[in-house]
Nanobody
Framework: VQLQASGGGLVQAGGSLRLSCAAS????????VDWYRQAPGKQRELVAR???????NYADSVKGRFTISRDNAKNTVYLQMNSLKREDTAVYYC??????????????WGQGTQVTVSS
């Protein structure tokens, strides 16, 4: 299973970006997917989650600005980021736990995509 994250870039404060996380396995549509981020010198933090049923949760720091969604036909999860702030600068990763049989799950990470917000 591979997760391919893309869509990062350099944007001015107040601008928008849309990140994508595409999976090589169709079971992707049946599992929850998370977006994390890690800023320099900081721990990786959970930004947003979407369940298989489409329920969403967000970190307080991004509520009202970020929207996570999924297109199951494309095996892709998106993170729409609006009203970006300098403190949103980080490497963003998508993550999902895939069933590995016998009740086990394996965690898969995308390669990360850099988001840089300038003032």
């Amino acid at each position: 299973v591979q997760l391919q994250a893309s869509g990062g870039g350099l944007v001015q404060a107040g601008g928008s970006l849309r990140l994508s996380c595409a999976a090589s396995d169709t079971i992707f549509s049946s599992i929850a997917v998370d977006w994390y981020r890690q800023a320099p010198g900081k721990q990786r933090e959970l930004v947003a989650r979407i369940t298989s049923g489409g329920s969403t949760n967000y970190a307080d720091s991004v509520k009202g600005r970020f929207t996570i969604s999924r297109d199951n036909a494309k095996n892709t999860v998106y993170l729409q980021m609006n009203s970006l702030k300098r403190e949103d600068t980080a490497v963003y990763y998508c993550n999902a736990d895939f069933p590995a049989g016998w009740g086990r799950w394996t965690s898969h990470w995308g390669q990360g995509t850099q988001v840089t917000v300038s003032s």
